[in-house]
């Protein structure tokens, strides 16, 4: 399944090991120990490695230049001369389930974070977030607080159990039904500028619904849609 499989080794190199797993290592490398930069360090190499011999027969010139670029991890290591003769990756079985459902949980408070941001903050500003979160999913979370600071690009991260509150002053978002995503902006926003904003907003989706709403009033509606375009529009009714 060429797609399929093209699609696989692209989200890896730009949406895990770029766009994660780089970001998450940027302060260990510039402030942590050298016991946290040597594993950094052997974990970037690894997935270098791995993904460009996932690469290899998809892209074989530009995986190859990059192959003979890439350091051996020691100078004794015998490592094949051409990407071309080395061994493609297999399964090993070494995945962690549970670290993967935990990741997961962080991408998705990491991305509602971002878009609060987006909406509502300069991308220079760096607020403080407070997650609101089930006794299960808090305790998940706060294994990685360094990491959702750094991805989420905020001051600090404060995991929070349910009922205890976050302070006044925050927006917030919901991360499906198990957090709450509070961005303290108190003092960083212009709370007249953002309230006129929010109206200028409201107004227009008032507008499209009852655009949406008018075009359901019109004779014979029911017989000129299909039953599936009806059916999305029940909301409107």
Not at 32 to 59: H, Q, T
């Amino acid at each position: 399944d060429f797609p399929l499989v093209t699609s696989a080794i692209f989200n890896f190199w730009l949406y895990e090991l770029c766009d994660i797993y780089l970001e998450c290592v940027k302060p260990v490398f510039s402030d942590g120990d050298e016991g946290a930069k040597e594993a950094s360090r052997s974990a970037l190499y690894s997935c270098v490695d791995v993904g460009l011999r996932l690469l290899s027969p998809f892209m074989p010139f530009l995986s190859e230049e990059l192959y003979q670029r890439l350091s051996r991890r020691t100078p004794a290591d015998d490592a094949p001369p051409s990407i071309c003769t080395a061994a493609y990756p297999q399964e090993l079985g070494l995945r962690d389930e549970r670290l993967d459902s935990q990741m997961k949980l962080v991408q998705e408070v990491v991305t509602a974070v971002r878009y609060l941001k987006q909406d509502y903050l300069h991308s220079k500003t760096r607020p403080e977030v407070f997650l609101v979160c089930q006794t299960e999913a808090a305790s998940d979370l706060r294994e990685f607080l360094d990491v959702m600071t750094t991805l989420s690009r905020c001051s600090r991260v404060t995991v929070l159990s349910r009922p205890q509150p976050p302070p006044s002053g925050c927006v917030m978002a919901t991360v499906g039904d198990w957090c709450e995503a509070h961005l303290l902006v108190e003092g960083l926003v212009d709370p007249p500028r953002e309230t006129a904003r929010l109206q200028e907003q409201l107004g227009k989706l008032r507008a499209e619904l009852d655009d949406c709403v008018k075009r359901t009033q019109v004779e014979n509606y029911e017989e000129k849609v299909h039953m599936y375009m009806s059916d999305s529009c029940d909301f409107c009714m």
